[in-house]
């Protein structure tokens, strides 16, 4: 809609045009002059209306709303919008207005000031129309094709950590599992799309999936972030901006038996993270484990909730709080070497999930539960090498972490990564330590990643079921290893599931 449309409506009746995915400043003109003065020496009129956040669906609070007079530049008025985003003018003089406004929302999506002309008049109400583009303008005329609604566009600055300037030549990596059928199967790719920035630092990256969770990261030489999930909402549109550090990659040695030790790679710096964790009711968290995903040492709060995490890498990072009987809080940070970055959690407890009785009168048990009840019976795969576990059991059987219930399976290890998370561990064919290939919902997904754990993957309270092999060999075809040198983990959420929690033993009557 062209911002230079007007709306003329009867006096004292709003405008009920809404516009989807853009900002709207309605604004109605009264006439302020006196009825009782014949000719009174500037017609004078009252600007009321309100700016509205369509993207964000509310009105913009705090907004600057300036008016500029045509002909003279030198004239204007400034009102701030309230907390329903209305502002007014008493008295403007009859002419030619220009209008716009200012708020951090504009910066956020890297937008220039809308600007609208108002006709101002003592002869009835006039309705000015002023919008930015929406979400879908935006994506189509920066990705420069038609705008398909399932999908979006991750856009922002890089910057150097160093100096604070634009990271010109940074590169932003974005991934994220993509399902796709092979020879009537289903199974998922890990669709990667690599971008890089301009002379200013800007960054593109179009056709990722909407409403969905990415994994992102930016590196410009030896500088890079910490491995992000960005979250892309509906609408599809997000601006994100990254900060670039330099990093010590340090080897950490894993003990895994008496006899046997593995060293994994993690980044360290001089940054520093302090904080307190508290409950919704504001209580203090003791024995909470805060740790910089893939870098620094982790962290327990003490009696009182506070914490300290030390030597963690700078930049663009993600930090995260965990506590047993709570779900555990991410949260994204911009770290500096040689500072001290200060925050807070606030942990909800765990909610207690009845898992959903079988009731069979009128009603098929879905077909991935008969799967998974046939193979249980059969004592887990074609083999009888597995185990098999419910949700139930699971739950019971961990403290944290959904590979916590791994633990005591005989050939599998539940290896502690440098203290903040837990790498599971097979045996190979020739006796070597292997990683197990892992599927979740019968769909395999990628493990080589150290900061891609089994934990990631699904969080303990949806959990419906799990099958472990720890060989190869005992596995299902459908759930094998495809090099045939590692065992597999099979997890089944509550979703795929739809709520039916499976049984060893076939009800009487089936």
Partial sequence: MKSGRKWV????????????????????????????????PVALARVTGTVFDSVANRPLSGALVRVILASDRTVGKSATTDSAGRFRYDSLAAGTWLASFAHPVLDSLALDPPIARIDVRVDGPVVPLLATPSAATIIGGRCGVPVDPELGLLYGVVRSARDELAAQGASVSVEWPEWVIKKRTFSTELMRRVVRTDSGGHFVACGVPANSTLRALAWREGDSTGVLAVQLPPSGLLRQDFTVAPA?????????????????????????????????QGRPIPQAIVRVLGSGVPARSGSEGAFRVERAAAGTQTVEARAIGFEPVRQTVELRDGETH????????QLVRLDTVRVMAGRTVPTAVTDFERRWRGGGGGGGGGVMMSGTTVRERATIFVTDALRAINGVRAVPIGGFCQRILMKGIHGENCSPVVYVDGVRVPTDDVNLVVDDFLPLSEVAGLEVYARSAHAPPQFSDPGGGCGSVVVWSKSRFEGVEPRRAAPAGR
């Fill in 248 to 280: 010590e990659l340090v080897a950490v040695e894993v003990v895994i038996d008496s006899a046997t030790r593995e060293r994994v790679m993690v980044r360290r710096g001089a940054a520093e993270v302090t904080g307190r964790i508290t409950d919704v």
């Fill in 9 to 40: 409506g009867r006096p004292g009746v709003p405008c009920q045009a809404a516009i989807r995915g853009a900002f709207l400043l309605a604004v109605v003109v009264t006439t302020a002059a006196s009825a009782q003065d014949p000719d009174p």
């Fill in 342 to 349: 200060a925050m807070s959690f606030t942990l909800s407890p």
